[in-house]
Each structure stands twice: as C-alpha cells, then as structure tokens.
C-alpha cells in the first residue's frame, strides 16, 4: 500500500513539474538597437510581431515592426533571424523618393511605419500616422508622497513630452513600468509616442471629415473600416483617450472622439484609459 501511494505521489509530481515547465518557457526578442526583450510571441506577419510581455502574459499586446528586430530565439530553443528590411538596405528608387501626398484616413506603410494617416498639413505631404491597435492603461503608476510633475507638459509635441517622461525616470531611478501609457507607444519602434493634447484634439477632428461643427457619418466610417481593413482595431467614440499632456502632479489631459464638447478633461493620471500611439511622417 505504502508503495502504490508512493508511486501516485511520484506521478502527481512529475505531472506537476511537465505542466510548470511550458508555463517557466519564454521568447527573448533582440531588437536592432540591441536591447532586448522577454515575451511570449502570440504572432507574426510579414511586418510586424505581435508579443505578450512574459512578465505579465495576461496584459496588453505590443506590436514591433519586424524592421525593429534582429533577432527571435523562442523557448524551444530555435532562432529566427530577421534580415535588414530591403528600404532599409538598399537606396530608395526616384519613385519611392517623390513626395507623396496623403488624405486623413489614407493606409499608410513606408519604411516599417504602418497605420492610418491621422492628420495631414496643408501640404499633404507631412502629418501623423495612427496606430492600427489601442490599449487600456494608465498614464502613470507611480505614486509617492513626493510624487511631482514629470515636466510632460507640452500641448502639441508628444515627442517632446516623451522626452520629459524619459529624463524624469532617469533622474528619478525609475522604470518605463511606472508610465504603462508611454511604454506601451514607445515599444511600438523607433518615433512612435503618446500624442499632446492638441494632437488628440486634431486626430478628433479628423476623425469627422476635418471638424465636429457636424456630423459626418460617412467620414467617421471611412477612418474605422480602413482601421479595420488593415488588421487594426476601430476607435471607440465614446471613450476618452490620454494625451501625453500633463495638468499636474496628479492628472494629465484626455480627449474623446465624440461629436459633443467638451473634447477636454483632466483626468488621475492612474486610472486606466484608452492609448493610442502616432508617428510622425
């Protein structure tokens, strides 16, 4: 008897160990710029990966171009390696050099930055691409007694408020942890960052053919089904998304994509809202 339960006690335990060893098992991505990354790999196309980080395998989903990585070793222990992307590689033909113009709404893919045009300048040819996928998080976790501003408080530049948050967590000994919303748009590559205040407030009027003085259906359509068309997630006009534009110590701004003002709050910057990730072009 004593030896059956012996026997049963082994089984449970070896089930026990097969079963912890699948879920211990991690990708490692190693990006261009050498830095590298601990995931669980949920998909790949031909340009870009979609990864969970293993850290937390039950939050949001980041995407990287594939331009971006060097390098994937999965857990089994087989490597892919990625091949400098051929616009990268070899000089840009007379075609691909020509500037192009571009309408809100427009798919736009060129040198491994792919989403849709979400503001344009007078000339067409210079504006912000939207990200094709979105997330719910918060601006910041970080929430001492000593907690101040990060200095993120520039209206129209998201660049420049990245930036501010990058020096802040420097001088402070943090980690890009501690500003879920800004990490979750740096991590899409290089020049991708959390849109200011007034480009949140631009990508809205976009959003409704150009302005939100009334109401265009089918402008409002357009944007969502080419969102839609290219594997992204539609934009929620109901709910508010946050800027990189910071009030105070405690909140920063946010906007919606609604017809009705106000298009501005402010808003605890730990509460989780929508993100959006632009890049300029």
Same mark, same amino acid.
């Given at each position: 008897?004593?030896?059956?339960?012996?026997?049963?006690?082994?089984?449970?335990?070896?089930?026990?160990?097969?079963?912890?060893?699948?879920?211990? $098992?991690?990708?490692? +991505?190693?990006?261009?710029?050498? !830095?590298? +990354?601990?995931?669980?790999?949920?998909?790949? !196309?031909?340009?870009?990966?979609? #990864?969970?980080? #293993? !850290?937390?395998?039950?939050?949001?989903?980041?995407?990287?171009?594939?331009?971006?990585?060097?390098?994937?070793?999965?857990?089994?222990?087989?490597?892919?390696?990625?091949?400098?992307?051929?616009?990268?590689?070899?000089?840009? !033909?007379?075609?691909?050099?020509?500037?192009?113009? #571009?309408?809100?709404?427009?798919?736009?893919?060129?040198? =491994?930055?792919?989403?849709?045009?979400?503001?344009?300048?007078?000339? =067409?040819?210079? =504006?912000?691409?939207?990200?094709?996928?979105?997330?719910?998080?918060?601006?910041?976790?970080?929430?001492?007694?000593?907690?101040?501003?990060?200095?993120?408080?520039?209206?129209?530049?998201?660049?420049?408020?990245?930036?501010?948050?990058?020096?802040?967590?420097?001088?402070?000994?943090?980690?890009?942890?501690?500003?879920?919303?800004?990490?979750?748009?740096?991590?899409?590559?290089?020049?991708?960052?959390?849109?200011?205040?007034?480009?949140?407030?631009?990508? =809205?009027?976009?959003?409704?053919?150009?302005?939100?003085?009334?109401?265009?259906?089918?402008?409002?359509? $357009?944007?969502?089904?080419?969102?839609?068309?290219?594997?992204?997630?539609?934009?929620?006009?109901?709910?508010?998304?946050?800027?990189?534009?910071?009030?105070?110590?405690?909140?920063?701004?946010?906007?919606?994509?609604?017809?009705?003002?106000? #298009?501005?709050?402010?808003?605890?910057?730990?509460?989780?809202?929508?993100?959006?990730?632009?890049?300029?072009?």
């Amino acid at each position: 008897m004593f030896v059956v339960q012996m026997k049963k006690r082994l089984l449970l335990l070896l089930i026990a160990v097969g079963c912890a060893l699948p879920a211990a $098992a991690q990708d490692l +991505i190693l990006r261009r710029d050498s !830095s590298r +990354i601990e995931v669980r790999v949920t998909e790949i !196309s031909p340009t870009e990966v979609r #990864y969970k980080r #293993y !850290s937390n395998p039950d939050g949001p989903t980041y995407v990287l171009s594939v331009g971006d990585i060097r390098s994937i070793r999965y857990a089994n222990g087989e490597e892919e390696v990625f091949e400098v992307p051929q616009s990268s590689a070899a000089e840009p !033909s007379e075609a691909d050099s020509r500037p192009r113009q #571009y309408r809100v709404g427009d798919y736009y893919d060129r040198g =491994g930055v792919c989403g849709i045009v979400c503001y344009v300048d007078a000339s =067409g040819e210079h =504006g912000l691409v939207l990200s094709l996928d979105e997330a719910m998080l918060a601006w910041s976790t970080y929430r001492k007694p000593d907690f101040r501003e990060t200095g993120a408080d520039h209206p129209s530049d998201g660049q420049r408020n990245l930036e501010a948050v990058a020096r802040f967590i420097e001088e402070n000994g943090l980690s890009w942890d501690d500003f879920p919303a800004f990490d979750w748009c740096r991590v899409h590559g290089e020049g991708w960052y959390l849109p200011a205040i007034d480009e949140m407030l631009a990508i =809205g009027h976009g959003y409704h053919g150009g302005s939100r003085a009334h109401s265009d259906r089918k402008a409002r359509n $357009a944007f969502n089904d080419a969102l839609r068309a290219h594997g992204g997630k539609r934009m929620d006009r109901m709910l508010y998304y946050f800027s990189s534009t910071e009030k105070n110590e405690k909140e920063a701004y946010a906007s919606h994509m609604d017809l009705e003002p106000p #298009y501005l709050i402010e808003i605890p910057k730990y509460n989780k809202f929508l993100v959006r990730a632009v890049h300029k072009f």
